[in-house]
């Protein structure tokens, strides 16, 4: 039972360790060593405080992703005010092709839903965009001077149809698509901003096909950029501008594929009570350019198709929660622990040094007093780092005296000198003490004898009692007689 106990104590982790301490510490510590844990400290603080604000934001959060098939319910419903989609013609150097009255081309949008038993399209006039697009233009560096070149929706559709949903699906029924068309002038009619009918004066053929034939088509469309960190939502706005040449009796067929884009985010910070939030966007996924000739004369030049790829991508996005940001500050404190180690551990194995040497000549200086305190280390006596840098002779002693401790002697032993000598007196005096009670009791002993044959010479008979040792009754019945005093050592 007791090897059974003695075994289950070794389990404790938490038993005081017993040890001989120097200077009542369980390290020699020093002036820079302390300093540079200050220094150590202010790091792991600072970094503690950036790390707990990067968790607050979202940052280094995790992300996972898995794509899968859209079902037909789903897609993306957008404010069509928030929404560009802008479509414009430059000529072969860069310059804008005059189009006043659309006398050369014409830019009109269209929004299809198409289902498995019909499909219907709704015609959207394209106008100017001016100031509609002066933040994009911005954003994108493009000069000021193309928002009065660039086509987007007509605002008077916008206003009726403040939102427009983009929808995909598998078997091409029950989705949506969002186009625009560039064409050729045709003398016939044309909505305005009332939707009244005007007449158009379009240019001659001839110069149609000169300013088209080597026309650059530019279209610029809005989207949804995904990034994990950002503090509301992971889905910020982007616009994006792509450019393609036109040529001569070629017809441009261009589809931009989005993608329907989940994302589930939590919120966990204690690792208990979670919180569920869920982003919806459409991310750009590709685009595919289709060039066809065009012998019959057509009178579109292009075509460009917005709409959404069979499938979606679904982010679930966990945020950090205290314990990660504890197990990275834990993480960060050891590598820079273990550097700041790396860099002491020469200085502090000098300083430890010299300070078991000055123990050492404290002692041998001081071996027949019994003081026990430690030698100050502004002695003039003492050896100092600044000593060893300074001095060849100090280095000498440095390296004669190191000899000899690592030879003889360690901390305990340098430390142990004055308790040493304190014991051999306590001995010595202990030794004293028992030869003194010994005598007595020799002395107690002869007594007893003598008066143990007086009693059985007068008893004239022999008793075996008389020739053996005394037992534990005749003692207690003697013991009248052994009533004196141990005389008592004193030591001065």
Do not use: W
């Amino acid at each position: 039972m007791n090897q059974f106990s003695e075994t289950f104590r070794r389990f404790d982790i938490f038993g005081q360790e017993i040890r001989l301490l120097a200077t009542g510490q369980s390290a020699y510590r020093t002036n820079i060593g302390a300093f540079m844990t200050m220094a150590l400290f202010a790091i792991l603080a600072y970094s503690c405080n950036s790390f707990i604000l990067e968790m607050n934001k979202g940052k280094n959060a995790i992300l996972n992703s898995k794509e899968a098939v859209i079902s037909s319910d789903e897609g993306y419903t957008f404010n069509s005010s928030e929404y560009i989609f802008a479509v414009g013609l430059l000529d072969n150097l860069g310059q804008p092709i005059p189009n006043e009255n659309n006398r050369v081309f014409t830019i009109s949008f269209y929004y299809c839903n198409k289902s498995l038993n019909e499909t219907t399209c709704a015609s959207i006039p394209g106008r100017i965009c001016g100031s509609r697009i002066q933040d994009i233009s911005l954003h994108l560096n493009i000069p000021k001077e193309y928002e009065e070149i660039t086509y987007c929706m007509d605002e008077e559709y916008i206003k009726q149809n403040p939102e427009i949903r983009i929808q995909g699906s598998t078997r091409q029924d029950n989705f949506t698509l969002l186009g625009a068309l560039v064409q050729r002038c045709q003398n016939g009619t044309e909505y305005n901003r009332t939707y009244l009918f005007i007449k158009l004066d379009c240019a001659s053929n001839d110069d149609i096909d000169s300013y088209i034939k080597n026309a650059n088509l530019y279209y610029s469309y809005s989207f949804h950029q995904f990034n994990k960190e950002l503090d509301n939502s992971p889905y910020e706005k982007a616009q994006s501008i792509d450019i393609t040449p036109m040529y001569y009796k070629v017809r441009k067929y261009i589809k931009i594929y989005f993608q329907y884009s989940q994302s589930q985010l939590e919120y966990n910070p204690f690792y208990f009570f979670p919180s569920f939030v869920q982003h919806d966007g459409f991310e750009y996924q590709n685009s595919a350019v289709d060039s066809a000739l065009n012998f019959e004369d057509d009178t579109s030049f292009a075509q460009i198709e917005i709409n959404l790829d069979a499938k979606k991508r679904i982010h679930f996005i966990t945020y950090q929660t205290l314990m990660d940001v504890a197990a990275k500050i834990g993480g960060f404190f050891t590598i820079i622990r273990i550097m700041f180690d790396f860099a002491l551990f020469p200085i502090q194995t000098i300083l430890y040094r010299l300070y078991l040497m000055n123990c050492l000549t404290h002692q041998q200086h001081n071996y027949n007093n019994n003081n026990t305190d430690m030698p100050k280390s502004t002695s003039s006596e003492s050896l100092t780092f600044f000593k060893l840098i300074k001095s060849g002779n100090a280095r000498q002693l440095y390296q004669n005296q190191s000899l000899m401790i690592d030879k003889f002697l360690d901390i305990t032993e340098i430390l142990i000198n004055p308790l040493r000598f304190n014991r051999q007196v306590e001995d010595l005096y202990g030794s004293l003490k028992r030869f003194d009670i010994v005598s007595a009791r020799q002395n107690n002993l002869n007594i007893n004898q003598e008066i143990d044959e007086l009693v059985a010479n007068n008893n004239e008979f022999n008793d075996n009692q008389s020739i053996t040792p005394r037992t534990i009754n005749l003692e207690m019945k003697l013991g009248s007689l052994t009533n004196f005093k141990v005389p008592q050592l004193h030591v001065n």
